[in-house]
């Protein structure tokens, strides 16, 4: 932060935004007889620039009647303390009981952001709980789909039998991956993982004979419960004819939304489960400080590697259903895009936060859906929403850790200051 | 005693550490002795950490041996080991000159992630622990039973729930011996312990050090505090500029020349001198 007098500071900030907004507010470009002609705006640029003076001094001087350690965040950060013990049972609630009362789309939406809560889930269990930062984790993805995908095209297996194959086979990449970058740390790691995204989607768009390359594989076989399959007539051995239902494609809707749910909640538990033992323990650890970990005997190769298998064993469930759910995968749908998003979940949600992951994604994913009249804004809104979390929460939503076992009942927890990172 | 024809504890010949062309250590043998604390001590840059370095597996020497010996005979030929294996296998535990405790997750947690291993083979490979099976919690109730006797010991029971990080500075130098006794060693290497301390809590350490030499446990110390040295110590090493330039009781050290020449900035020549006058 500055040490500039607020006056001094919001007249440079004000400098700083003339010389941005002349050129790109200031000057119009009209369509005239004789070509294009440039019409200036003085009154525009002015009135922007005056703008960014007052909001500087208006942010410099609530700085300065604040306490350094962001009172004003704390007391929003407490109110949500309060919530926090019934934030839980009513998300979950809703998410149990919402397909009963809402329409195919908030469905298909509810899906959609339950996959990605599964993904940061996933994800959060390398970089939020081991910190190692990985760009890559739609590699995971693609895995998971494709395995799915040509298992069940080659061998005529369905989803559930095919799953554990997905999750496995994910995990055997995320153990390739580990092992090159064990010894990298921070951007290089980060960069190498990002490659690795990359090579895995290459390959997929290459290796046509395997993998159809662009035109990818459909008619990928839909999941089904407990043998009923799910289509629209109700002959024997529909869910609809066993029931004695109308056919509907809402089943079928419904019936993906709790496999995701039930899917990532099981990411969820074994998440929860893993942090209160060693080896979930031994991973924040790591985060914290790998050379005190070695000197305490651990072995870091296989502590990081564990920690890459688990992540991308449930990317790979993820990547599974998603193939599943869709019925048709091609390479496009395993961008760098997917992994951005899901890590841009993880750390808006506050790394290592299984709370802060499910907030992240409604905001992340639900929102763009739910704001469609408001498209035209969503880069601008994109961008206001990351300066005000950088100025309020630059730590994500969700912050503090919890401990993984305490002596005390009301052990508190533990503020973000305390916590490290990863270097990677 | 059993131990008698036993080589000693730790038995360091020859030590040689390269950087390019600077040589941080160079023909540095000495032994630590069963149930003894060894100080090693001398001037800054003397290459007392990278000699520590060397012994807690962090360096790779370019040359010599560590032979570090168990009370059942069991051998460990240090300088080839990888650097996880000689804190779980041959039992050399250490803590840092700069604290290195996990300041994120509480002080409890701390002494748990250092009973790691006993810990982690008692889960079944992780499965069975997750699903609420086997041995697990018999191993995590023995483990919290271990760190809160610690944890006892260094005065810091009632901090159990606290991050590591808000202990103030001296509990954060008690609570990484702690950790490091939590693995159980045969060799404590503490670089620079009392770094920091006031003059009480430097008399706690001391007593601290007492008790765990009493509990089997041998103790390496690199210490600039010549007064917790001299008190505590069974056995002084001196090294000046990668060379051990003296060797004995903490009384032998205090009237060896070369060591006061060393401290106190004086050439090889005037430091025979010094010896010269000092002998009757």
């Given at each position: 932060?500055s ?8 007249f ?7 010389g941005?907004?002349a050129?790109m ?6 369509v005239?007889v ?5 019409v200036?705006?003085?009154?525009a640029?002015?009135?922007l620039?005056?703008?960014?003076f007052?909001l ?7 700085q300065?009647r604040?306490?350094?350690e962001?009172?004003g ?10 919530l926090g013990?019934y934030l839980?049972?009513a998300?979950?609630a ?32 390398v970089v ?15 895995v998971?789909?494709?395995s ?19 999750g ?10 580990g092992?090159?970058v064990l ?5 290089y790691?980060a960069?190498?993982t990002?490659a ?11 290796w046509?004979?395997?993998?159809g ?5 459909s008619?990928?076989?839909r999941?089904t419960?407990?043998?009923?399959r799910?289509?629209m007539s ?10 004695h239902?109308a ?5 079928r809707?419904?019936?993906?939304y709790?496999?995701?749910?039930v899917l ?6 074994v ?5 209160r033992?060693p080896?979930?323990?031994?991973w924040e650890a790591?985060r914290?400080?790998?050379i005190?970990?070695r ?11 564990t920690?890459?298998?688990v992540g991308?064993c449930f ?7 998603f ?9 496009e ?7 951005a998003?899901?890590?841009?979940i993880?750390?808006l949600g506050?790394m ?14 639900g929102g ?7 498209a ?5 809104i994109f961008?206001?929403a ?8 630059p ?8 401990p993984?076992?305490t002596l005390r009942?009301?052990a ?6 305390m916590i ?5 | ?6 080589p ?13 062309g600077?040589v941080?250590?160079?023909g ?12 090693i001590?001398g ?10 370095n060397c012994i807690t597996?962090f360096?790779?020497?370019?040359a ?9 005979g ?18 050399v535990a ?7 405790l ?6 409890l ?12 083979a008692?889960t079944?490979?992780g499965v069975?622990?997750i699903?609420?099976l ?7 109730r023995r483990?919290?039973?271990k760190?809160k ?9 009632a901090r ?7 202990l103030?500075y ?5 609570l990484?011996i702690?950790?490091a ?8 290497c ?7 301390l ?11 050090l ?8 041998s ?5 600039h505090?010549m ?6 110590s ?13 060797d ?15 401290y106190l900035?004086?050439?090889d020549e005037?430091?025979d001198?010094?010896?010269?006058e000092?002998?009757?």
């Amino acid at each position: 932060m500055s040490q500039r007098a607020p006056l001094l500071d919001a007249f440079l900030s004000a400098l700083v935004a003339l010389g941005l907004f002349a050129p790109m507010v200031g000057l119009q470009t009209t369509v005239g007889v004789h070509g294009i002609v440039l019409v200036p705006r003085p009154f525009a640029v002015a009135a922007l620039v005056g703008a960014v003076f007052v909001l500087r001094l208006l942010v410099r001087l609530w700085q300065a009647r604040r306490p350094p350690e962001h009172a004003g965040v704390g007391r929003i950060g407490r109110a949500f303390a309060g919530l926090g013990p019934y934030l839980v049972p009513a998300l979950l609630a809703a998410a149990l009981l919402m397909p009963w009362f809402a329409n195919r789309a908030t469905i298909d939406l509810g899906v959609l952001v339950l996959t990605y809560v599964m993904l940061g889930w996933g994800l959060n269990i390398v970089v939020g709980l081991a910190g190692l930062l990985d760009l890559g984790y739609v590699a995971f993805y693609a895995v998971g789909a494709y395995s799915y995908a040509l298992i069940a095209e080659n061998t005529g297996l369905g989803f559930w039998s095919c799953l554990p194959a997905a999750g496995a086979l994910a995990a055997l990449w995320g153990i390739t991956l580990g092992f090159p970058v064990l010894r990298l740390r921070g951007d290089y790691l980060a960069i190498v993982t990002l490659a690795f995204g990359e090579i895995i989607r290459v390959v997929l768009l290459n290796w046509v004979s395997l993998t159809g390359g662009p035109n990818g594989i459909s008619g990928i076989p839909r999941p089904t419960l407990f043998g009923l399959r799910f289509t629209m007539s109700d002959e024997p051995g529909t869910f609809a004819g066993f029931f004695h239902l109308a056919p509907s494609p809402m089943q079928r809707q419904i019936f993906l939304y709790y496999i995701i749910l039930v899917l990532a909640l099981l990411t969820n538990w074994v998440t929860l489960r893993l942090r209160r033992q060693p080896l979930g323990r031994v991973w924040e650890a790591l985060r914290e400080d790998e050379i005190a970990c070695r000197s305490l005997g651990i072995n870091i190769t296989t502590t990081k590697l564990t920690a890459f298998a688990v992540g991308a064993c449930f990317g790979g469930f993820a990547g599974a259903f998603f193939a599943t759910r869709q019925g048709f995968i091609s390479p496009e749908s395993f961008t760098f895009m997917e992994s951005a998003t899901v890590l841009a979940i993880v750390v808006l949600g506050g790394m290592g936060s299984q709370l802060g992951v499910v907030l992240a994604a409604l905001v992340m994913i639900g929102g763009p859906e739910m704001f469609r009249p408001l498209a035209d804004y969503r880069m601008l809104i994109f961008g206001l929403a990351l300066v005000v979390m950088m100025v309020l929460r630059p730590r994500g939503l969700v912050t503090e850790r919890r401990p993984s076992v305490t002596l005390r009942r009301n052990a508190g927890a533990i503020p973000a200051a305390m916590i490290a990172e990863g270097r990677g | 005693m059993a131990g008698q024809n036993l080589p000693e504890l730790l038995e360091v010949r020859d030590l040689g550490l390269r950087f390019g062309g600077i040589v941080a250590l160079a023909g540095v043998s000495f032994t630590a002795r069963r149930g003894e604390i060894t100080a090693i001590i001398g001037p800054n840059g003397a290459g007392k950490t990278t000699a520590f370095n060397c012994i807690t597996g962090f360096y790779r020497p370019s040359a010599g041996d560590l032979d570090l010996t168990h009370s059942d005979g069991q051998r460990f030929a240090l300088a080839r080991m990888p650097g996880h294996l000689i804190a779980r296998r041959a039992g050399v535990a250490r803590t840092f000159q700069n604290i290195r405790l996990f300041a994120g997750m509480t002080v409890l947690e701390n002494l748990l992630v250092a009973q790691h291993v006993p810990l982690m083979a008692a889960t079944g490979l992780g499965v069975l622990a997750i699903l609420g099976l086997g041995r697990y919690r018999a191993a995590e109730r023995r483990a919290i039973d271990k760190a809160k006797a610690w944890l006892e010991r260094i005065d810091l029971l009632a901090r159990a729930d606290d991050p590591a990080g808000a202990l103030p500075y001296g509990a954060q130098r008690r609570l990484e011996i702690a950790r490091a006794m939590c693995i159980d060693p045969v060799l404590l290497c503490l670089d620079e312990p009392a770094a920091g301390l006031n003059p009480s809590e430097t008399a706690e350490l001391g007593a601290l050090l007492l008790r765990i030499r009493e509990e089997n446990c041998s103790v390496l110390l690199i210490e600039h505090d010549m007064d917790v040295v001299m008190r505590i110590s069974d056995h002084i090493i001196v090294l000046d500029r990668g060379r051990k330039i003296s060797d004995g009781t903490p009384a032998e050290i205090r009237a060896d020349p070369h060591v006061i020449a060393a401290y106190l900035g004086e050439d090889d020549e005037n430091a025979d001198d010094v010896a010269h006058e000092a002998l009757p």
